[in-house]
């Protein structure tokens, strides 16, 4: 027994000893990975900071142009006025944040509202859209333009991918099947126009649904 303790006690000694040698050895190196750590963690916890301030001055500076979105004074939203600086300038100085982001979307929608389709493309497919409805609304108003431009593969291409987005509530897909089937129609495909018709038809509370029998006679009657 005695034995056996004096061999364990010897052993552990010298693992003790290479351990030391190790540090000692490769000192500096186990000082330069510490010390780098310590600075990655200091400048992420930095970016962080800095971040939010950034997203705290973006929101300050996008109230006035987010009030006259609201009132539905598009022009004035993008490019502001002597009192309040517009979209477009929010996007340009604060891009990065979340605040900028969403400024992409509005001003998608601003240029939608005025009728300027390829830039309501550009700011509209620029938006990262990270909640459960925007991000399916950019797209099918991405659609929407391209059907103003008369690019109507284009359009049914944003439409559907819309549509399969909406996998949870599904509270956008009457509209956009109905947008859908009406483009498959333009395009002389009756048969899918009548698919996208027909699933409006679970959706009983849809505005859509009210008339969309009407539709669908009309695509039978064809």
Not at 130 to 150: F, H, N, P, S
């Amino acid at each position: 027994m005695e034995q056996k303790n004096t061999r364990e006690n010897t052993e552990m000694s010298e693992v003790i000893s290479t351990t030391e040698a190790f540090i000692e050895k490769n000192k500096k190196l186990l000082i330069g990975v510490t010390v780098g750590a310590i600075i990655v963690a200091l400048a992420i916890f930095g970016i962080i900071n800095w971040s939010k301030n950034r997203n705290e001055k973006a929101n300050a500076a996008s109230f006035g142009a987010e009030q006259y979105f609201a009132q539905g004074q598009w022009q004035l939203a993008l490019d502001g006025d002597e009192k309040h600086i517009g979209l477009l300038d929010v996007i340009d100085k604060y891009g990065c944040t979340k605040t900028g982001n969403r400024a992409k979307y509005d001003a998608g929608v601003c240029y939608l509202n005025l009728g300027q389709f390829d830039k309501a493309i550009d700011y509209l497919k620029d938006y990262k859209g990270k909640d459960a409805v925007t991000g399916i609304l950019a797209e099918a108003m991405i659609g929407d333009a391209e059907a103003e431009l008369g690019h109507n593969d284009e359009a049914l291409r944003h439409y559907e991918k819309a549509y399969k987005m909406d996998t949870e509530n599904k509270l956008t897909a009457p509209s956009i099947c109905f947008k859908a089937g009406e483009m498959c129609r333009a395009k002389g495909d009756n048969a899918k126009a009548l698919e996208y018709y027909k699933i409006i038809k679970n959706f009983p509370t849809s505005p859509e649904y009210n008339t969309i029998d009407t539709y669908i006679g009309a695509v039978e009657a064809e």
